[in-house]
């Protein structure tokens, strides 16, 4: 009781400090939603993930994976945030995703991996006071979460023809959080701090299916659907929590002005407001568009925009993106580096988040 009420106040106060957290607009809801796009991708604001192989947004992109090939993605953040009285510097570092992929037998493709599908990392602290005896205490509740929702996914793409591919693939969201609840009286030589530490587990299912088509010689279109149940949550073998997910809609188109020269739009839609048993949660739209110049050592450059699903006001949280990056292939092309940069905004219900997120990918093809 204890516990539930802990949380209780930290959907209703104001948050007076943040000490560390994936992003401010993940705390209120389920999470702040990950990118499911390798460095690759990402770079380029993530325009170019429904045609990347090595992404994990779309089945139907397998096909373009020709051999065994395996890649991972390491992200650090640093961050300031503002809530318009206090500001707080953050940083984070974490692996949001590993995929490998290669053919099978004559057109068909099977790849798999994870990724983050929900950041629920942070730590706030939470001022107020109680009577006691007839005699307001104050005190601060220090409210912590260390974990995510991670996606397993299992895919396979087959291409009919050089024009048309179409791919399919299960989820399974797993995954966990270490959640603290700590009370710090103010008078601490006469009242007691108390403490609790629970760990949340998290399950839930999905399908994907995709489109890769080829209407005309250098362009490409692409269309996707991601639909999953729901996420149960529980705590200690009892479940605590069960939110609707939402259903994603997405196209995408690519058009190869010269095989040197790519440029890529992407837009998704999720209703998340399906959501709203875990608070205020908003329908999110997202856009991107992106560049690559070159092909030994290529330039990426990329914007994204759109909605984050949940925050303190009364619509949703935007953000803003604008990346770049590069790659280099070493070994016989047995490897590839590639490392990007973006400067991310998000704002919303007063709070502003500015931050920088460094990208780096390392991809093996032996």
């Not at 106040?9 to 560390?20: Q, S």
């Not at 395996?70 to 995703?97: C, H, I, K, W």
């Not at 299960?170 to 959640?179: A, E, F, N």
């Amino acid at each position: 009781m204890r516990r539930a009420t802990i949380w209780c106040v930290l959907m209703l106060a104001g948050v007076d400090a943040l000490a560390a957290q994936d992003s401010q607009f993940g705390i209120r809801g389920l999470g702040a939603p990950g990118t499911f796009a390798s460095v690759r991708a990402w770079a380029t604001g993530g325009a170019f993930a429904p045609f990347d192989g090595m992404s994990a947004l779309t089945d139907a992109s397998l096909t373009e994976v020709v051999r065994l090939t395996a890649a991972a993605t390491e992200v650090s953040d640093y961050r300031t945030v503002n809530d318009g009285t206090n500001s707080s510097s953050l940083r984070s570092s974490r692996f949001p995703m590993l995929q490998v992929a290669g053919p099978v037998v004559g057109h068909l493709v099977i790849g798999g991996g994870f990724s983050t599908y929900l950041y629920r990392s942070y730590s706030v602290q939470v001022p107020g006071s109680i009577v006691i005896r007839g005699v307001p205490e104050s005190y601060v509740d220090q409210l912590g979460s260390d974990g995510a929702v991670t996606d397993l996914r299992l895919a396979a793409a087959w291409q009919f023809s050089p024009r048309l591919s179409v791919g399919g693939g299960v989820h399974i969201l797993t995954g966990s959080s270490s959640l603290t609840a700590t009370r710090l009286f103010t008078d601490s030589a006469i009242y007691k701090n108390a403490s609790q530490t629970d760990q949340e587990s998290y399950d839930g299912f999905g399908v994907s299916l995709s489109v890769l088509a080829t209407p005309v010689s250098g362009l490409r279109v692409s269309g996707f659907l991601q639909s999953y149940n729901h996420l149960r949550a529980e705590v200690n073998g009892f479940q605590n929590a069960q939110n609707e997910l939402p259903t994603t809609l997405g196209g995408a188109v690519q058009w190869s002005v010269t095989p040197e020269v790519k440029l890529a739009g992407s837009i998704t839609h999720a209703n998340w407001s399906v959501s709203s048993a875990a608070g205020t949660a908003f329908n999110t739209t997202n856009w991107a568009v992106g560049g690559e110049l070159g092909r030994a050592i290529p330039f990426r450059i990329g914007l994204r925009g759109g909605q984050m699903p949940f925050g303190p006001g009364p619509t949703a949280p935007t953000q803003l993106g604008i990346s770049a990056g590069t790659g280099f292939t070493f070994s016989q092309g047995r490897g590839i580096l590639d490392f990007g940069i973006e400067h991310l905004r998000r704002t919303g219900g007063g709070l502003t988040e500015n931050g920088w997120n460094l990208l780096a990918g390392l991809t093996v093809r032996p």
